[in-house]
């Protein structure tokens, strides 16, 4: 069985986010970027299925700029086996995340692609979905916990009355939640031996596909300044504050 693992290259979930002064974005420059959280999660779950037995290769893969091959350099320093890094200069929205996966998923053959479950810098919580869509794949989201079966894998995922169970038949698309694994360090000696695994290059746009932005970003702002909290003496006043000044009650 063989995993194709998604990787995107995000500002670390750490840092404090500042909003360009024109308004057209974010600031990326000087700024430590990292494995996107629940891709974190979809390579740990990979590679610990590869530990299992019943997973034979993990090939992971990141889109965009030169700088993403250290994102696939970590999924390979934890276990995946290869990567795929498909070059591209400018941002592509989900859509176009979700054709070039699919382009790579024909190539690849693999039984399941595991994904984040978003995207911490987009929040498109988009891409698994077009792609199960695209190939006609039955999808799991937000998963957290894996039961890889022969023909199947019973996944179970969080929703809001809780818990729910599904079985979804193979090949499947899998978005991981955080609460999926506890994700790995890569130890110094696994790191050196990622610096010779493989990683394939391809360009973006030799694959033949249309990948124009559908989406115009028109303003980026800072959310609103959330003012400072007070301390009440006694719930007496915190009911009176509620009823009178913030007047919810
Ligand atoms: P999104 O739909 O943008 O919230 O992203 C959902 C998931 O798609 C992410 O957690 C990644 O696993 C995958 N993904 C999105 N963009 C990329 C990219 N540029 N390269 C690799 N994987 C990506």
Redesign the pocket.
Known sequence: MKILV???RVIDYNVQIRVKEDGSGVHTENVKMST?P??DN?VEESVKLKESGKVKEVVA????EDK?QETIRKALAIGADKGIHVK?ESY?E?LG?AKI?KKIVEKEKPDMVF?????ID???????QMLAAMLNWPQATFTSKVNLKDKSVEIIREIDEGLETIEVNLPAVV?CDLRLNEPRFASLPNIMKAKKKPIEQLNAKDLGLDLTNRIQQIKVEEPPKRKAGIKVANVAELVSKLKNEAKVL
């Open positions: 998604a990787v995107k996107n629940p891709d979809a893969i990141s889109i965009g993403v591209a592509i989900p995340i996966l994904l984040g479950k978003q995207a987009d929040d498109c919580n988009q891409t698994g978005s």
